[in-house]
T-cell receptor
Framework: GENVEQHPSTLSVQEGDSAVIKCTYS??????FPWYKQELGKGPQLIID?????GEKKDQRIAVTLNKTAKHFSLHITETQPEDSAVYFC????????????FGSGTRLSIRP | EPEVTQTPSHQVTQMGQEVILRCVPI?????FYWYRQILGQKVEFLVS????????KSEIFDDQFSVERPDGSNFTLKIRSTKLEDSAMYFC?????????????FGPGTRLTVL
């Protein structure tokens, strides 16, 4: 069935360093890959997304890459700041379903001052 | 900026009781979703809804669950007879169209605690 694997489950980086979170997906029909940030007690907030017709997308300190052949996609956060501390979820959506989102298991990112 | 809203933020109920979780999707959105997140686990899809019909539902969404759009603005999730394992955060989401590449916007969630 559809599945999204995410790692690492926890990540601690020094403020100012980069953080990388990696995901793989199983459904070849997946064509949309959003990344959500979830802060304590809040719902998932979209931070960036990528569609299957591009390999990379950047928005200020955040970038995502997609390798369709390998079914891998990654989130890169550069120059990390304390407010980046949160749980990050990768996800995938497929044109063959009702566009439900399949989430990864999440990465708890902690930024050390 | 338009946002999805949910009420209540926290619901406590006794096992076996019925609960209704409410959501107000973004006004011009046509597709609606419910997800749940058990504490410390991933967000799981429950059901999608379009044109007053369920489009797809997961194995979790059994006969105890139902959804409704009673008017032009609200979207509700009903659990008929709650179980302890229904305790979770429930998120409503909406999107403007049905294409998989359209963004889903999530509400802040309702924390359901079943005692």
């Amino acid at each position: 069935g559809e599945n999204v694997e995410q790692h690492p489950s926890t990540l601690s980086v020094q403020e100012g360093d980069s953080a990388v979170i990696k995901c793989t997906y199983s459904d070849s029909a997946s064509n949309y890959f959003p990344w959500y940030k979830q802060e304590l007690g809040k719902g998932p907030q979209l931070i960036i997304d990528i569609r299957s017709n591009v390999g990379e997308k950047k928005d200020q300190r955040i970038a995502v890459t997609l390798n369709k052949t390998a079914k891998h996609f990654s989130l890169h956060i550069t120059e990390t700041q304390p407010e980046d501390s949160a749980v990050y979820f990768c996800a995938a959506s497929s044109y063959s379903s009702a566009s439900k989102i399949i989430f990864g298991s999440g990465t708890r990112l902690s930024i050390r001052p | 900026e338009p946002e999805v809203t949910q009420t209540p933020s926290h619901q406590v109920t006794q096992m076996g009781q019925e609960v209704i979780l409410r959501c107000v999707p973004i006004s011009n959105h046509l597709y609606f979703y419910w997800y749940r997140q058990i504490l410390g686990q991933k967000v799981e899809f429950l059901v999608s809804f379009y044109n007053n019909e369920i489009s797809e539902k997961s194995e979790i969404f059994d006969d105890q669950f139902s959804v409704e759009r009673p008017d032009g603005s609200n979207f509700t999730l009903k659990i008929r007879s709650t179980k302890l394992e229904d305790s979770a955060m429930y998120f409503c989401a909406s999107k403007i169209r049905g294409q998989s590449t359209d963004t889903q916007y999530f509400g802040p969630g309702t924390r359901l605690t079943v005692l």
